[in-house]
């Protein structure tokens, strides 16, 4: 396991902000427990390492690429998801509550340069350095609630926010991602067609 960050280097780049109005997409079998989460393989994080994050995205369509569509159409014609990849999730829409501000590390832009982290650590496809990192702020850095950083794919907010800090979330609203009304929208910006079958 690393060590701990330098205190200085860990001030430079932690934030205290309240969560804006964002979105997570996860499995519709979810929908009554939205803010749940459960160990897993993500970027920040691996199956055994137990502990888990909630990621949730600025706008719909970063949460529709980051879960749903990834690096799938890499040279690839036609854009076709199936659709029970859509009917078979959820949205909900999350922010803190109202007084309640997160302790974010913010990796956008300069952050990992000024931490003295690998860039990898948000910008690779192979989250080994992520997951390093996430590690070493569960175990070290018990006043981090979660990473800030950039989607890799569509440039926006991603928030990855640790099982630890969950109780300070909202619930704003929920339902299912087939019926969004930014859903044909969103299929129309990336050239995307939904498949039968």
Same mark, same amino acid.
């Given at each position: ?7 200085? +280097? @860990? ?17 519709? +079998? ?6 749940? /989460? ?11 390492? *137990?502990? &888990? ?7 719909? %369509? ?9 690096? +799938? ?9 199936? =659709?029970?990849?859509?009917?078979? +999730? ?8 109202? *007084? /309640? ?5 913010? =990796? ?14 948000? #910008? ?9 990192? *996430? ?12 990473? @800030? ?18 109780? #300070? !979330?909202?619930?704003?609203? /929920?339902?299912?991602? %087939? ?8 299929? &129309?910006?990336?050239?995307?067609? !939904?498949?039968?079958?």
């Amino acid at each position: 396991m690393a060590a701990p960050y330098p205190a200085d +280097r @860990l001030a430079a780049v932690l934030c205290e902000a309240a969560l804006p109005p964002t979105y997570r997409i996860f499995p519709e +079998r979810f929908l009554q427990t939205p803010l749940g /989460t459960a160990p897993g393989d993500s970027r920040f994080c691996a199956q055994a390492d *137990g502990f &888990s994050l909630l990621y949730s995205t600025s706008d719909l %369509a970063t949460g529709f690429v980051e879960v749903i569509v990834r690096d +799938r159409f890499t040279a690839q014609a036609p854009r076709e998801i199936r =659709l029970k990849e859509v009917t078979q +999730r959820a949205w909900a829409q999350i922010s803190t509550l109202p *007084g /309640t501000q997160l302790n974010l590390l913010d =990796l956008r832009q300069e952050g990992c340069v000024k931490m003295g982290i690998p860039t990898d650590a948000v #910008k690779a496809r192979n989250h080994a350095a992520g997951r390093a990192l *996430g590690r070493t702020l569960y175990k070290h850095h018990g006043q981090v609630d979660g990473i @800030l950083f950039s989607s890799r794919l569509t440039g926006e907010d991603v928030y990855a926010i640790f099982d630890r800090a969950l109780d #300070k !979330l909202s619930v704003m609203d /929920t339902g299912w991602l %087939a019926e969004h009304p930014e859903l044909p929208a969103i299929l &129309s910006r990336f050239d995307m067609r !939904l498949k039968t079958g």
